[in-house]
């Protein structure tokens, strides 16, 4: 019953924003996007099976595509799917698969993937440590967890500082009802405690501090 009570609160947490979320996210973070996919090409290669946890509308997920053999973007709002594989017709990109899909439990085998990606998702979800575990699961031996993550506790200028204590209320009253407030050494740890060496790290945006950890399976 808890289980379903989460799917369903994520659920309609992203498919009420589907429709307007890239022309909301794009206008703020376009750069830290950009960052985001070249960090992940830079990583991965044309031999690469690759799957996203939590693809949202497939931003970095059809960026990424051009350098691997294939990948499966997956997320738990069919409305954000259905947006990720109108872009992919759109673009005429033939080497991705969107599929509904719950993070904490994929149905792939293990060791399928040479590579995860978990682009903004750790912050906003409730058990982010069930996500970490089950990317382990679905590497290969010296695979490669790609990753963002907003880190709400990490300093920032006081206007924007302001912005994240409203967000802490809103999450306080239930509006938000799934909210970390990470440093990038939380999210170290988190990475360890699930079997990661954390190989790199790097600040793709300042405020919040959105940022990215490339973690190899131990």
Known sequence: MEEA???RKERS????????????TLGAYEEAYALSVEKACAVLS???RVVEIGCGTGIVTLGVAGCVEYLIGTDISPEMIEVARQKAHEREVENVDFRVGDGYALPFDDASFEAVLLFNVLHVVKEPQALLR????????SGCLVSATDCYAESVPLGMRLKLLLQDFLKAIGVIPFLWSFTIDDLRRRFEAASFEVVETDVL??????AYLLGRTC
């Open 5 to 7: 009570r989460r799917q």
């Open 205 to 210: 945006h300042s405020a919040p501090v959105n």
């Open 46 to 48: 044309s031999k690469d």
């Open 134 to 141: 089950e990317a382990q699961r679905l590497l290969t031996p």
């Open 13 to 24: 947490i992203w498919s009420r924003q589907a429709a307007a979320y890239d022309a909301r």
